[in-house]
C-alpha cells in the first residue's frame, strides 16, 4: 500500500511505525473473513481491511468524523486478521495507533469520556473496585437479571502453598482476576507447588497496562508497566525463572512491554527482559511435561472422564500464537475435548468491549456459546478472566478456567461453588526469598 502521510504524523515514531505496517498490506481482503465485527455488520468498514483505509485516510490528513471513531471503536482487537494475513500486517499495533489519533481529532461526547475515564479509574484499583463488587455481590441476589449477571457471585480460593521450592516463579496478580476469581492463581500456585515450583506475587506489581492503552490512555498505561517492571525485576535479578500468566489478555501485554517502552532509555533494556521472560501457564506446564505425566499417572483413579469444550481466547490464539495447547494437556488429564465451530471468532469480550459495545459483544456471546455447546460438553474452558466472566454471563454450562480443572486432578478441592466464602489471601513474595 502506497502512502503519503501528512505532515503532522509523518516524522514522529507513530507516524513511522503506521506508515510502516500500513505499507505492509496488499489489499488481498483475506481479513474480511475472520472479522467478527465484518461477520456481524457485513460493512467493509468494520473490517480490518476497510478500517485500514480508514487510517491510511486520517494519516495522510483526510476528514476525521464521528463516523471514523465509530467504525474504530468497533474492533474488538481480537487478532484474528493478524493470522489469516498472508502478509503479516500487524493490525493490531495499526489500531492502536489510528485509534489514538482519531480520539484527538473527531472528539467524544462528555459520557463518553466520563465512561472511559471511570473505567480507567476504577478496574485497576482494587482498592476502589473492590469494595464496589462486594457491594454488588452482597445484594446481587435482589438485582435484576440483566445487572446480576454481571456481578460474579463470590467463590472459595482455597489456600495458597508456602514458598518452600529452591524453583520460583513470579505471578501477575493483576487488578481484576484477584477479585472476582482468586481461586484461579491459586490453583495455579498448586499445580506448580505438586512440579516443584513455587510461585509468589511480587506486592507492587499490579495492572499489566492492557485496559489504558486499549482505551488511548497510552502514557497511564507505559506508567503501569514501568511500575510491573520495576515490581519485577529484583525478583528475576534473584533467580525468579518466569513471570506466568493465567490470563491470555495481560499476558499477549506483558509479552509486548519491550515493544511498547523501546523509546524509552530507562526502560527499554529491563522492559524487553521481562518479556522475554513471561510464560503462559499452560507454557509452563508443557515445559515440565514429564514431571506433570508422572503426577498424572498417580492421579488417574480420580481423573474425571468429562467433555469439555475449550475457548482459547483470541489473546492466547491470536496475540501469543498458542494453539492447540490447552487441549493437549486437558486430553493428557483424561478429558475429552469436544469440537467446536468458529474457535477463532471473539467471545466479545475484548477487555472492556462489552461494556462499551453491548449490543455488538452481546451477540458475539450468543454466538460463541451457541458453538461452546453445540456438541454437549459438560464444561466449558477457557484462559482469559475477561471470557470467562462473560461466558458465565451466558452459559448454560458451568466455565471454569482450564487451571483450575487440572488442579482438581491432580489432587486439589473440586471446583469451588460461586458464592462461598473467599479463602485466605495469597502468598506476597520478597525478592530475597527467591534466590
Known sequence: MQTQLADFIKDTPEGREADR???????????????????????????????????KQMLE???????????????????????TC?????????????RGIAEKKAGRSLFAQLQRKALRALLPAPALFGPLLKLGQLFRPWLPAALKENVPAPVESGAWPAARHARKMLVLDGCVQPLTSPQINRAAARVLDRLGISLIVAP?????GALSYHLNAHDEALDYMRRNIDAWTPYLDQGAEAIVMTASG??????????????????????????GM???????????????QKLLAKAKAVTPNTKLAVHTPCTLQHGQKIN????????????????????????????????????????????????????QPERIVTANIGCLLHLQSGAQKPVAH?????????????????????????????PSAVS
Not at 29 to 39: E, I, N, S
Not at 325 to 334: D, Y
Not at 407 to 428: C, I, K, N, Q, W
Open 21 to 55: 505496517i500500513l505499507r505492509s498490506c496488499v489489499h488481498c481482503g483475506f481479513c474480511l473473513a475472520t472479522c467478527p465485527t465484518y461477520q456481524l455488520l457485513g460493512n467493509e468498514l468494520d473490517s480490518p481491511r476497510g478500517r485500514i483505509y480508514l487510517i
Open 204 to 208: 507492587e506489581a499490579g495492572c499489566c
Open 86 to 98: 498472508p502478509s503479516g500486517v500487524q493490525y493490531g499495533k495499526l489500531i492502536d495507533i489510528g
Open 324 to 375: 492447540g495447547v490447552l487441549e493437549a494437556i486437558l486430553t493428557s488429564a483424561g478429558f475429552e475435548i469436544v469440537p467446536a465451530p468458529d474457535r477463532h471468532l471473539c467471545c466479545g469480550a475484548a477487555g472492556t468491549y462489552s461494556i462499551l459495545q453491548p449490543e455488538l459483544s452481546h451477540q458475539l456471546l450468543i454466538n460463541k456459546v451457541t458453538a461452546l455447546e453445540t456438541n
Open 61 to 83: 490528513g483526510g476528514a476525521v468524523t464521528g463516523k471514523t471513531l465509530l467504525h474504530l471503536d468497533r474492533c474488538l482487537t481480537c487478532r484474528a486478521c493478524e493470522t
Open 278 to 292: 513471561a510464560r503462559d501457564v499452560s507454557e509452563v506446564l508443557v515445559a515440565e511435561k514429564e514431571a506433570l
Open 250 to 275: 495481560c499476558g499477549v501485554t506483558v509479552r509486548e512491554y519491550g515493544y511498547y517502552l523501546r523509546h524509552d532509555p530507562a526502560y527499554a533494556s529491563n522492559a524487553a527482559r521481562v518479556s
Open 402 to 430: 482450564w487451571i483450575e480443572l487440572m488442579d482438581e486432578v491432580l489432587g486439589g478441592s473440586p471446583l469451588p461453588a460461586r458464592g462461598t466464602p473467599v479463602g485466605t489471601p495469597p502468598l506476597r513474595g520478597d
